[in-house]
């Protein structure tokens, strides 16, 4: 019985046998979650024979607890906050905005690295397919979704290796598939149903995202604008870290 994945590449390859519908289509674009999403995204991409780009989510982590999020943003000026956590840990509104604000920096920093100067895909009308390497509570993930229903694309399907049984019944209802190799309970985390988890590095991600720009399928490009800050806020139930 399968248990784990050698890698993310393996992970990429099991994942695009589930996603076979969709290859050759000339209105699919695979978008990935960095870092870690990029490599299981390249496989799906280069199986189904599609373009390949980044969304790039930046996770806003609880002060002196960064690994705890309080939230996250997304390209676009979405920002999500869970507000059980900020609220149960008397999170202030500056300390908010502070550390949105610096994320953002990183974002448009992210940004500019992985693409060079290749502006974004214009999604307006296509079929997405967001791919991460995993989901565990998931508000990265919320953010890209929402981030990418601003620019009205077709579908969403989001597609990962891995999550809990839970946090899949609850993305199906946000998105219009939703397509998982492996859903174990207990979940445990992402990592653990990896054999090799090791981080991926931005060079990674640059030089995978350059082969798929040269060796796969294009499409139209829009021209890159800085993203608008508005509030986009969505309260979210959940308490747990992402």
């Not at 974004?120 to 791919?131: H, K, N, P, S």
Request: aromatic share 6%; proline share 6%; with cysteine.
């Amino acid at each position: 019985m399968f248990t784990q994945f050698r890698d993310r590449s393996e992970a990429g390859k099991l994942l695009a046998k589930q996603l076979t519908a969709y290859t050759n289509q000339h209105n699919v674009l695979v978008l990935a979650l960095p870092r870690g999403g990029v490599p299981v995204a390249f496989e799906v991409a280069r199986a189904l024979h599609v373009p390949l780009d980044v969304i790039v989510v930046r996770k806003l982590g609880v002060p002196g607890q960064e690994e705890l999020a309080m939230g996250a943003i997304a390209t676009g000026g979405v920002r999500i906050l869970n507000n059980d956590v900020v609220k149960f840990l008397g999170i202030p509104d500056e300390m908010i905005d502070k550390i949105a604000a610096n994320e953002q920096l990183e974002l448009e920093r992210r940004e500019r690295l992985y693409r060079g100067d290749r502006p974004a895909y214009d999604v307006r009308g296509r079929t997405l397919i967001l791919v991460d390497d995993g989901i565990a509570t998931g508000a990265t993930m919320h953010a890209a979704v929402a981030a990418l229903k601003q620019q009205q694309p077709a579908h969403i399907i989001i597609a990962v290796p891995t999550a809990a049984p839970s946090t899949c019944d609850e993305f199906a209802h946000e998105v219009d598939e939703l397509v998982c190799v492996l859903r174990p309970e207990p979940f445990i985390a992402v990592g653990y149903w990896y054999r090799q988890f090791s981080q991926t590095s931005d060079e990674e991600v640059r030089s995978l995202l350059e082969q798929a720009n040269h060796v796969f399928p294009t499409a139209q490009r829009k021209p890159q604008k800085a993203p608008e800050i508005a509030n986009h806020d969505k309260e979210r139930s959940s308490t747990s870290p992402v």
